[in-house]
């Protein structure tokens, strides 16, 4: 259903690309401290954390089967509950998370938003952009805001149609702005991976740093987080709409922190902009998908309800999902094997979100559903 990494490409060109880049990634990007690591989550039982272990243990088996989940990991209250990893993976290992990234991004542009460097949601993004002002420019681009590029909102057309137009180009940020629109901006919505990276390119322009250096210091640091690479385009811009790489536990504290209204030990998000990330911004222009109904999007993050629980979710091509449920306290992390066509991408994704309504939701023991804020004693991140 979602794109953000490349269709068809031969297996051993793939192979040889991704090594390349794990290559490049570290010889050319600093590293967190060592004391971000991936054992910094609290453990618990299920049982204490109100999960019957026996249900619960259907999804390992639901998840084994399918063949392409590498690692599903549950956690509730703040503690991890289940970690199952696949195909030879394990909790140290990296991986390319694809759009979820996105959200990553955008977690990224609230922090830049409170330190003052961008003014307003309804801020023209051309603004930021003067060598595309041009006279011959379709006077609707000059309409286009932070806002919209956000929500998915400016009008380019879906990654289905546009993606490798843009990925296969010499520059990335000209390409996108000489996509035609599909519709006015602000007047539809149509998911396209390159208006997060206009975001990316425009906090560079405004830091002073590249995305990569900005979000070490504002976002990964202070959450605790390792980013073991992270794509560029050939300007050397970082890819707003994938190509960041983590592990899953790391993955786990961006939901985390959302879950908890931006904040750790310290206030990292404002917490007016997790509240407005996570409003639907489509209207009532709802659908269903597999075991997510209502689907909606707020601020790169997709929204909707499984099996009547609001959800929220961060979601990658293929299956990569950090999916929380606020009334259950839950949190689901999913890693899937990424190399495959739309087709088979949105088969995947349909089948975890199986995997969370058939076993890991109905594993909560009745009567053990409480509120984040007035839950006294939860766990927290390993100090």
């Known amino acids: 259903m979602l794109c953000s990494t490349r269709n068809g490409i031969n297996k051993v060109l793939y192979i040889f690309i991704v090594i390349s880049f794990i290559i490049y990634s570290c010889g050319n990007r600093p590293l967190q401290p060592e004391h971000a690591t991936a054992d910094s989550w609290r453990t618990s039982s299920p049982e204490q954390q109100g999960l019957d272990s026996a249900i619960l243990q259907g999804a390992w088996e639901a998840a084994g089967d399918l063949g392409y989940v590498n690692s599903l990991l549950v956690f509730r209250n703040g503690y991890l509950v289940r970690e199952w990893y696949f195909n030879g993976y394990d909790r140290h ?7 979820v990234s996105k959200s990553f991004l955008s977690a990224l542009v609230g922090v830049a938003f409170s330190e003052g460097y961008l003014d307003s949601l309804d801020q023209p993004v051309i603004e930021f952009f003067p060598e ?5 420019l379709d006077e609707r681009k000059r309409s286009i805001t932070i806002g919209h590029l956000l929500t998915m909102r400016a009008g380019f057309q879906s990654d289905h149609a546009v993606f490798f137009d843009v990925y296969d180009s010499d520059d990335w940020v000209r390409q996108t702005w000489d996509l035609p629109l599909f519709f006015p901006p602000g007047q539809g919505f149509m998911y396209n991976t390159f208006e997060p990276h206009l975001l990316s390119v425009i906090i560079t322009r405004t830091t002073g740093v590249s995305s990569y250096e900005y979000a070490q210091s504002a976002l990964f640091e202070p959450l605790g987080v390792r980013c073991h690479g992270w794509e560029q385009d050939p300007q050397n811009y970082f890819f707003g709409g994938s190509g960041m790489w983590f592990t899953p536990r790391d993955m786990a504290r961006l939901g985390y922190l959302y879950l908890r209204g931006g904040s750790l030990r310290d206030q990292i998000v404002p917490p007016d902009w997790v509240e407005q990330s996570l409003v639907d911004y489509q209207g009532a222009n709802h659908w269903e998908w597999g075991e997510l109904k ?33 009334e259950l306290e839950m949190i689901v992390v999913t890693i899937c094997f990424s190399d495959v066509d739309w087709e088979a991408a949105d088969r995947q994704e349909r089948s975890i979100l199986s995997v969370v309504a058939q076993h890991i939701l109905p594993s909560v023991i009745e009567g053990e559903i409480s509120s984040l804020s007035g839950k006294e004693g939860m766990g927290e991140l390993a100090k």
């Open 93 to 99: 290992d990296p991986h390319l998370v694809q759009s």
């Open 294 to 326: 209502e689907l909606g999007y707020g601020f790169l993050w997709w929204l909707g309800q499984i099996d009547g629980y609001e959800v929220f979710t961060a979601l990658g091509h293929g299956g990569q999902f950090i999916l929380c449920v606020p």
């Open 132 to 136: 595309i002002d041009t006279p011959d």
